[in-house]
């Protein structure tokens, strides 16, 4: 098997495999669906792939994107969305480590190369959300200096049960 690397895409092009290998990642079963995820679902892998890769040459994005590649797998990923309504000193995160790689310490080094970013761009503070009974990435919060900041209680539907979910945060 071989070593997983840590890629910034504001620093270094995916291809277009690997860009295909992001987007199986996202539609995998246990990854959440973000709600400003910009594809339809009558589009294929590789078009969403062909249009990713087109966006990240766009000048002025807000998105940056980590990825945790073993070879020209995605096996996890950070995604920091800088928020203008903070005047642009505030991100949310995403985050998600495919299944066979969890508790491998892959979403630990995510997070902490994700917070070097975050600095690097001069943000002040991160913010991150999960299920309130996801421990492992409750875990993973705590082990990476987030702190709980509350929880909206059933927040959202999924599977036809009202779930909480936990509020973070990160003072930078």
Known sequence: MSAIEIVDLDVREPALVEAISFFEFLDSPQQMKWEYHEATQEESVSERARGF???LKRPGRRNHLLWALQGESVVGMVGLHRLEAYEGHCAEIGFGVAASHTRQGVGTRLLLVSI????????????ADCFADNTAAIA???RTGFVQEGVKRSAVLKEG???DVSLWGLLL
């Open 116 to 127: 070097d970013k975050a600095r690097s761009l001069d943000l002040k503070r991160l913010q």
């Open 140 to 142: 993973l919060l705590k």
């Open 161 to 163: 049960r009202l779930r």
């Open 53 to 55: 890769l087109d966006r």
